[in-house]
């Protein structure tokens, strides 16, 4: 198994700041995802973390917004830039070994409010 | 495109009492489905992980089934306990080994009466 350390577990942020967000592994994994669950909503997925090279967005989602950092093979980041309240959310880091094969394992979340 | 549907959207239940969660798929062209416990404001909680090529998976009082030609997977509770009230998602690995597209259902919010 895997363990995730998220940074920040919760923060009250001011509209129009930029805030970002860690996640560490406790071992080397292959994909690294960032998840956003807004309020009474289900999972989705933001993008995926390469390490080494940009990350992969999913439609709807821009690198200008969320920008995601992947040094390594055990830790990224990702940004909310130029936050607004439609931006109040849950952010989850998730990883998984062999893509899709394997168990995926959650972070505990960052709950961003934004104000 | 595949959807995943979780049904019902919220449950209440006596303690003691076992009880099925129901999560079903429109392509069963699936890798795994993987059940999931989420508390409130919190992260995720693997709880059983089934591949394509097994029918079942079990962890103490947690049972969950998958019938990939139907479409269907269950999870079924035994006993239940106060401690067992948060949200149960279930989520589809797709068919491909590409990036993750791993498509999760909107969750059954349970909460177990003592």
């Known amino acids: 198994s895997a363990v995730i350390s998220q940074k920040p577990s919760r923060d009250i942020c001011q509209r129009g700041t930029s805030l970002t967000i860690q996640c560490q592994v406790d071992?080397?994994?292959?994909?690294m995802f960032w998840y956003r669950q807004q309020p009474g909503q289900s999972l989705t997925l933001i993008a995926t973390a390469n390490q080494g090279s940009e990350a992969t967005y999913e439609s709807g989602f821009v690198i200008d917004k969320f920008p995601i950092s992947r040094p390594n093979l055990t830790f990224s980041t990702l940004t909310v830039s130029n936050m607004s309240p439609e931006d109040s959310s849950i952010y989850l880091c998730?990883?998984?070994?062999?893509?899709?094969?394997?168990?995926?394992?959650f972070g505990e979340g960052s709950w961003l409010t934004v104000v | 495109k595949q959807e995943v549907t979780q049904i019902p959207a919220a449950l209440s239940v006596p303690e003691g009492e076992n009880l099925v969660l129901n999560c079903s798929f429109t392509d069963s062209a699936i890798y795994n489905l993987q059940w999931f416990r989420q508390d409130p404001g919190k992260g995720l909680t693997s709880l059983l992980l089934?591949?394509?090529?097994?029918r079942e998976q079990t962890s103490g009082r947690l049972n969950a089934s998958l019938d990939k030609s139907s479409g269907r997977s269950t999870l079924y509770i035994a006993a239940s306990q106060p401690g067992d009230s948060a949200t149960y998602l279930c989520a589809v690995g797709p068919s491909y080994s590409s990036a993750s597209k791993i498509i999760f259902g909107s969750g059954t919010r349970l909460s177990i009466r003592p």
């Open positions: 089934i591949q394509s090529s097994q």
């Open positions: 071992s080397q994994v292959t994909m």
């Open positions: 998730s990883v998984s070994d062999v893509p899709p094969g394997n168990t995926i394992y």
